[in-house]
Structure formats: structure tokens, C-alpha cells
């Protein structure tokens, strides 16, 4: 996520380096840079020429804070005027009405009807909602069939009307039908249209007006840049829309979409989607995010993930056996499947500080842990509850039975033994040690 723009930024500051000062000249250089980067991340030129004299501005009049040094001083200047331009605060989704009724717009290909799914996916497990799903595609082959197939697969039911062809009908239809069966929030899928197909706008419109939705939000790949921006803003002249939804962040992203749009629309991000599994949907944080993109991570969101993941009672019984040394390969095996139910591996390890750098040209897929899960796999009960008589004949035939080497097998006993060590260490009291270590990370 914003690989390019994160380094280009990284070494617009390293201007500054060495420098006991901020001066006009190296505040010049240094700002020089930073546009070029948002420029090259397809900001447009206005919003990036004038970011850019808003902390030019602040930069010359922040001498005073010779605790700082200049470098460390213009990445928090240009952080804190990257937050607001993203929005400033972060925006909730309004949920008043009964059923709460959310309208979903957009291009075509920008992952509406998809996007549809992981909402209602969020709003069921994180806001114990009761949604129901509208199909109002009446014109895209199988998007009918499609909505119908997300919404199997996260157990939320579809309504939809095939013998109609008026999505204005079948939307209000559909909110009846959400009143008689109890559902409290109305998703409605809308087909994708172009800004410059005036009989689709109207129809949206018409849409919008018979039901009246708490929300109407406009779904955008991010990928697409400041054509993106431009498109939102003929959508929001026609449907005055509430809020943003960026798709597809986890995409070799430029990242212009996300800097610019609230700045041009006025209108907040509320969403991103962060990959394609049904989970991968992220509140929208500005702060975070400029956190992110300058290269510093996202500490409190890889918390938040672990700790909707984290569960209590497995945890005591995983202290117990640590304490008793009967931490074994199916403990390890459990911990594991919570790891990957986080989300997308990349964007987890992006998340922790200084990793973005290091993670660079390296492609980390979500079969990472593939390997491993089949090395345990090949393992017996009693060999994985007792890690220890693991022997050279026994590797053999585990690196055999899982399609791997003895080295990996050895490789992941070394892992193994290390993880045990530390959790060890955090039950004898090293806890906040490591608490504090990973505090010194930010």
C-alpha cells in the first residue's frame, strides 16, 4: 500500500538530514520533493501545490522547536497536513433509521457489489446487525447470481426479483421485505454506470429518492487515481453522496485517490477494502493511514486485528500448557489459523513500523504459512504433542509427507522452539519488557 509514494517521501526528507536548522532554502528542496511525489502518486496539482505551502508555511514559522530536529520536525508537519487533507477525524456510517437503509453507488469494475458483501459481512460481525442484501443490477449478466453467491458465503440473505427490470421497484421492495423479516440494515446494490450516462444517473437518482437511504455511498477503485477524483465529484453533484469507499488498496496503488478525494468532494472516506477476502474491510483512519504512508506503520490497528481474533478461552488454556511445558504443534497449529483470519499478510506485516522498507520487491502471499500447516499435517498426534522425539528418521518421513526438505523441517522446529521460548518468557514476567520494546517501535 503506497509503496512508491512512501518512498519517494522517505527520501525527500533525507534532505534535511544533517541540517541543525530548517532554512528557507532546504525547506524549498525538501517540499520540492514532497510534490514531486504526490504528483507522481497522481495528486492533483493543485492540492499537491498547495499542501505544499501550507507546510512551507508552518516549517519557517516553527524555528522555535529546537528540540526537534529539522527532518524529524517536517515529517510531522507534513504528516499532520497529510491527516487533514485525508479528512482530519475519522467518519462513522449513520445507522439511525429502522432498518438503517445504505445505498451503494459507483462504476462499473469498482467492487461495488463485492464491497456490498464485506459491509454487510462488518456490519453482522462487528455491529451485531441483521442485514439483508438488495440486488438492484437488472442490467450486468449474473449480477444477480453474484450478489447471491456473497451472500451464501457469509450467511446474510439476498433479496432479489428477476422477473423485474425497474431497479427503483425492486429497491423499495426490498426495504419492505427488510421491515416484514426483521432485518435492521438495508444493503442496496445498484449497477455500476458511467458519470456521462445521463438516463443511469437519473435512475440512481430516482432510486435515492423513493427510499430515502441513511447512507449513500460511492465506491471507487483507488487504483484509478484522479480519474477517480473526477468522478466522484459527477457523482456527488448528482446524488450528493455521504461518504467514500476505496477499493482495491492493497493493489500497486498510487495512492492519489486517498490523499485527494476528501479535498475535492468534501465528502469523507469511510471505508477501504484491503483485499479479496470477505473480511478485509477497514474503517477509514486519515491518521493512520499518514502514518502509513510516510512509513511508519499502524500499531493500534495491527492491535485492534489481534484482539478481534484473540480468543480468551483458548488463550488460558495455552498459558496452562506453557506453564506445564506441554506447548505443543496443534497449540501452535491454532495460533496460526487466528494469524491469518487478521487479513492479507503483507498488509499486516505494513503495519508494523519500519517493516514497509524492508518488506520491498518481496511478494508475501497468503499461503505463508502453506508449508508449515503441512510439515504439522504430516506430523502424528502424539509427535506434535510432543515435539521433542522428533528425530532424524521421524523428520524424514514428515519432509516426505508434506512435499518439503529436511532443512524446512528443521527450520520450523527452530521457529517452534523460539516462539515457546518467548511465550515462556512473557508468562515469568519478560511481559512488559516486550510491551515496552514494541512502545519504542513507534
Known sequence: MFDNLSEKLDKAFHVLKGHGQITEINVAETLKEVRRALL??????????????TVKEKALGQNVLTTLQPGQLMIKLVKDELTQLMGGDTEGIDLTGNPSVILMSGLQGSGKTTFSGKLAN??????????????????????????????????????????NNDPVAIAKAGVAHAKSAGCNVVIIDTAGRLAVDEQMMTEISNIHKAIAPQETLFVVDSMTGQDAVNTAKAFNDVLNFDGVILTKLDGDTRGGAAISIKSVVDKPIKFIGTGEKMEAIDVFHPSRMADRILGMGDVVSLVERAQEQFDEEQARK?????????????????QIQQIKKMGNMKDLMGMIPGAGKALKGLDI??????????????????????????????????AAGSGTSIQEVNQLL???NQMSKMMKMMQGGGGKKMMQMMQNMR
Do not use: W
Open 365 to 398: 502471499d497468503d499461503d505463508a504459512f502453506k508449508h508449515i500447516e503441512a510439515i504439522i499435517h504430516s506430523m502424528t498426534p502424539e509427535e506434535r504433542s510432543t515435539p521433542a522425539m522428533l528425530n532424524a528418521s521421524r523428520k524424514k518421513r514428515i
Open 318 to 334: 495455552i498459558q496452562k500448557k506453557i506453564a506445564k511445558n506441554k506447548f505443543g504443534f496443534d497449540d501452535f497449529l491454532s
Open 414 to 416: 527452530k521457529q517452534f
Open 122 to 163: 462488518y456490519l453482522k460481525n462487528k455491529k451485531s446487525k441483521k442485514p439483508l442484501l438488495v440486488a438492484c443490477d437488472v442490467y450486468r449478466p449474473a449480477a444477480i447470481d453474484q450478489l447471491h453467491v456473497v451472500g451464501d458465503q457469509i450467511g446474510v440473505e439476498v433479496y432479489s426479483d428477476r422477473d
Open 40 to 53: 507522481d502518486a497522481d495528486v492533483n496539482f493543485k492540492i499537491a501545490k498547495e499542501f505544499t505551502n
